[in-house]
């Protein structure tokens, strides 16, 4: 899949019936980067983890009072801002699920399957999620990584797939995948996967830097010093 540009920005609904979306969640992942989510009045018990910036979650009391979210808000690095409505808190990163305010959410519960130690319990509990939540691209993207540092390579190059499935434009996955093609000597396809990546996130110094490891992994010294150098501009070192 190629990226080759984003949409106008548009507006998402989101309400208990009758709308574009049910969960705030699932219109994180449905968004065009610095689309509008409208959260019409309900009740949401849910957390939410941004995969791309949101120009803003505007709550819209539709009759029945400002929306209320049961859940909190995890930016992941990602921007947006809030308008008539709140969640429980708002955290810039994800903590531990035991640091979680409100647990007992499907994000809890995925971020405590990928906590797992052990790594073949973690990767069992991760699929049970995705049998019972098939459209929840964070989960394929944690399965994805669990499996990759278990060696796992094609396993995860077809769950961060998934993941980039229900949201292609979360930069994260497409990082995972070029690692795993590292992981197998195929530069090419690691060095395309990485370019999507920049081309997401491109101030993530991370996917610059990565890239430039598959540039020196195919000979290309030159373009490899200047995207290790654009990672070093980034601050990435």
């Keep these: 899949m190629l990226i080759v540009g984003f949409t106008q920005a548009s507006t998402l609904t989101v309400c208990p019936s009758g709308c574009d979306y049910t969960s705030i969640q699932a219109a994180v992942y449905a968004a065009h980067p610095n689309d509008t989510i409208e959260i019409h009045s309900g009740t949401y018990n849910e957390s939410v983890v ?64 990928f906590e797992l130690p052990s790594t073949p319990k973690a990767i069992a509990a991760l699929k049970t999620i995705t049998k019972t939540n098939p459209e929840d691209a964070w989960t394929w993207f944690r399965l994805g ?44 396809q690691a060095l395309e996967a990485y ?31 200047e995207a290790y150098a654009k990672a070093d501009e980034l601050g990435y070192w």
């Design 50 to 113: 941004l995969t791309k910036d949101i120009m803003l979650f505007d709550g819209n009391d539709t009759g029945s009072g400002e929306p209320i979210v049961n859940g909190d808000l995890y930016k992941n690095g990602f921007d947006s801002s809030l308008r008539g409505f709140s969640f429980q808190s708002i955290s810039s990163g994800i903590p531990y699920s035991d640091n979680m305010t409100t647990p007992n959410t499907t994000l809890y519960w995925i971020e405590k399957a």
């Design 195 to 225: 370019e999507k990546a920049v081309q997401l996130r491109p101030n993530d110094g991370l996917s610059w830097s990565n890239k430039g490891d598959a540039l020196d992994a195919l000979g290309r010294a030159d373009e490899a010093d």
């Design 145 to 188: 990584w669990v499996l990759y540092n278990s060696e796992r390579y094609d396993e995860s190059l077809a769950a961060y797939n998934e993941s980039i499935k229900l949201d292609p434009y979360f930069a994260p996955p497409w990082n995972g995948k070029g690692s795993d093609f590292y992981s197998l000597r195929m530069y090419n």
